[in-house]
């Protein structure tokens, strides 16, 4: 196991209500990713949190939004939910001062807005 | 163009028979290169990393070229257990530790 854990493991939503999912990353690593996994596609990048700041976006509107911790732990927010935000959410964890940009991944939130 | 293209697949692979995945990047700047697996409705883990000189870890074995921005993934004497989601994944930071940019992964099955 990575030690990277993410809650709540399910969730359903209905459009427009808004959800925080949370990600507890590996012990000694001081970056964390998000990346969105829709049905059937590989994860796209949402962003990347370093010493507690955004660090790095993907194609994805400012309703996505998130924060890090000073203990490294992060969240995800998303506000007015759509019907194509159901998806896997998965945290990635890594440390910064390492440049082989390898991540470890949580188990991930699957999340379904009906 | 996709900055991660791979193979569309699915594909399925007798047991013990040899397999290749073939995948393109579109950033020349791009660092760092990764396999990973996905199993059905997990996580994805890490597989292997991709070195320019090539590397090899058990059955399987991992090429970069850099000029053709092509990478592969060669699995020797499948196993079911190798059935999964094949992703080639590219770090496309300056540093090397920012985003990952993921292909949309070639399924694998491997039949007995």
């Known amino acids: 196991e990575t030690g990277v854990t993410q809650s709540p493991t399910h969730l359903i939503k209905t459009r427009g209500q808004q959800v925080t999912l949370r990600c507890s990353s590996q012990?000694?690593?001081?970056?964390v990713s998000w990346y969105q996994q829709a049905l059937g596609q590989g994860p796209q990048f949402i962003f990347q949190y370093y010493r507690e700041e955004e660090n790095g976006r993907g194609n994805f509107p400012p309703r996505f939004s998130g924060l890090q911790f000073p203990n490294y732990s992060s969240e995800l927010n998303v506000n007015a939910l759509e019907l194509d935000d159901s998806a896997l959410y998965l945290c990635?964890?890594?440390?910064?001062?390492?440049?082989?940009?390898?991540?470890?991944f949580g188990p991930g939130t699957r999340l379904t807005v009906l | 163009r996709k900055e991660v293209e791979q193979d569309p697949g699915p594909f399925n692979v007798p047991e013990g028979a040899t397999v290749a995945f073939n995948c393109t990047y579109s950033?020349?700047?791009?660092?760092?290169f990764f396999w990973y697996r996905q199993d059905c409705r997990k996580e994805p883990k890490l597989l292997m990393s991709v070195y320019s000189s090539g590397n090899e870890d058990g059955r399987f074995t991992a090429q970069l070229n850099r000029a053709s921005q092509y990478i592969s993934l060669l699995i020797r004497d499948s196993k079911l257990s190798d059935s999964a989601t094949y992703l080639c994944?590219?770090?496309?930071?300056?540093?090397?530790?920012?985003?990952?940019?993921f292909g949309t992964g070639t399924r694998l099955t491997i039949i007995p």
């Open positions: 012990s000694g690593h001081n970056t």
């Open positions: 990635a964890s890594s440390l910064w001062d390492r440049d082989t940009g390898e991540q470890f």
């Open positions: 950033n020349s700047a791009s660092q760092s």
């Open positions: 994944v590219v770090n496309g930071g300056n540093f090397g530790n920012e985003k990952l940019t």
